[in-house]
């Protein structure tokens, strides 16, 4: 897929025209309302996803998809289907990338991962009120499509804009531009909302002969 074709579909979520600045003022505070709304009842996500990186500078573009579960208190499992067999899973406590093509599963305390942007407006873990200001939001059938910014901009993401299920209560879609100047784009689709998964959906137990590189807490 070409770069201007990620872009575009990435781009047409925003095709409307811009609301005059007194509409956009009263979009925006109902938008974020139901975006807090929705965070505070968020129980749990199993969705498809679909991740594409367009990196500009490097000439570079990136696909990853896959199955993914997401459930209150920052439990995460990511099951890659390209590539194959990688896996991310995160218990609230501990984070496991596992690279079966390296052999490799990288471990970190969750106190000292930065848990991507993406990952936390997926994931209900955002506070609205605090993180972010909206800059223009409009109504798209179900979703409402949001242009937002960050209050604190020292992380250097750029043109954040976020597609919001009403319906579902949850976050649909993602797109930004990091640090770098690379277009992210995370869109999920056939989502399910409100599901109960065990414990164990989102423990990680290291193959035999796999390298592990950092340590549990």
Known sequence: MKTAALWSAAAAWFLAAPAPPA??????AQALRELGEGYRNFRSIRARFRHTLVAPALKQEELE???LVLARGGKMRWEYTRPAG?????DGRTS????????????QPMDQWENPLAMRLLSGQVQPDREVRCVSAAKDGDRTLMRLELVEQDSGIRELEVAFSAAQGVVTAVRF?????????FELSQVETGGEFPDSLFTFQVPQGVQVLGSAP
């Not at 509409?23 to 925006?28: A, G, I, K, S, T």
């Not at 990688?86 to 995160?90: D, R, S």
């Open 23 to 28: 509409q956009d003022d009263v979009r925006c």
């Open 65 to 67: 998809e896959g199955s």
């Open 86 to 90: 990688k896996l991310a899973v995160t």
């Open 96 to 107: 496991y990338l596992y690279l079966p093509g390296e052999r490799q599963v990288y471990v």
């Open 177 to 185: 531009r990091d640090p770098l100047g690379n277009s992210v784009t």
